[in-house]
C-alpha cells in the first residue's frame, strides 16, 4: 500500500532553518503530484506548498512564499520541503500527502494519501 514518512522536524529558534523530508512508497512516485500542509493547534489544516510531476511547477501559500521551497528527488522517491526565516506562527504539524493532479492542489481533500505528520517547533 501507499505509505509516506515524513521526518526532520524539531525545535528551532526564530530566524533558523530546517529541511523536510518525506519518503513515499506504494506507487509511482514521479507520476503524482505532492504537497505539504500544516496543522498549528486549534486551527484547521491548511495548504504549504505543493510540487507538479513536474518538478518546474511549484505552487505556495503567501505566509511562506520566498521563505520556503519545495523540491522533490524522483529517484529517491523523496520530497523536501527547505524551510527558511522561521517564524514562531510556523511551529505546527507538517504533513505530506500525495495527489494524483494538480488542479486542485490547494484543497487538502485533492491528496489521497497523507504521512501521519512532523512536529516543528518555532522558539521566539
Known amino acids: 500500500q501507499v505509505q509516506l514518512v515524513e521526518s526532520g522536524g524539531g525545535l528551532v529558534q526564530a530566524g533558523g532553518s530546517l529541511r523536510l523530508s518525506c519518503v513515499a512508497s506504494g506507487r509511482p512516485f514521479s507520476a503524482y503530484a505532492m504537497g505539504w500542509f500544516r ?31 519545495i523540491f522533490r528527488d524522483n ?24 495527489a494524483p493532479g494538480w488542479n486542485n492542489r490547494y484543497s487538502d481533500g485533492a491528496y489521497d494519501y497523507w504521512g501521519k505528520g512532523t512536529q516543528v517547533t518555532v522558539s521566539s
Open 39 to 69: 496543522q498549528a493547534p486549534g486551527k484547521e489544516r491548511e495548504f504549504v506548498a505543493a510540487i507538479s510531476w513536474r518538478p518546474e511547477d511549484t505552487d505556495y501559500a503567501d505566509s511562506v512564499k520566498d521563505r520556503f521551497t
Open 75 to 98: 529517484p529517491r522517491n523523496t520530497v523536501y520541503l527547505e524551510m527558511n526565516i522561521l517564524k514562531p506562527e510556523d511551529t505546527a504539524v507538517y504533513y505530506c500527502a500525495s
